[in-house]
């Protein structure tokens, strides 16, 4: 499966980013699908994801700020982010597992100025 990500971009802080990603094909609603951020010289770290019939996941630093849906019949994900934040520069990898293996997107570029 290949994972298309769109929206990055530069802001101000205190503003608001959409992030898109969209799946090749249907990924089961039963398997996550959701977000990572990366920095320079960092390990990637979980943001949020959304799994069917569970409330969705967010990382301490962002619950309250970020809000993540996903569209299974569209296979898409989308991560609303609001209050943007310095320290929320990074790049955004959509991310599903399937089977036990992660599949990712190629990264969008997120750079909030202060």
């Known amino acids: 499966v290949q994972l298309q990500a769109s929206g990055g971009g530069l802001v101000q802080a205190g503003g608001s980013l959409t992030l898109s990603c969209r799946a090749s094909?249907?990924?089961?609603?039963?398997?996550?699908m959701g977000w990572y951020r990366q920095t320079p010289g960092n390990s990637r770290e979980f943001v949020a994801r959304r799994r069917s019939g569970r409330d969705p996941d967010y990382a301490d630093s962002v619950r309250g700020r970020f809000t993540i849906s996903r569209d299974n019949a569209k296979n898409t994900v989308t991560l609303e982010m609001n209050s943007l934040k310095a320290e929320d520069t990074a790049v955004y990898y959509c991310?599903?597992?399937?089977?036990?293996?992660?599949?990712w997107g190629q990264g969008t570029q997120v750079t909030v100025s202060s």
């Open positions: 991310y599903t597992k399937i089977s036990g293996y992660n599949y």
């Open positions: 094909r249907t990924i089961f609603s039963s398997d996550p």
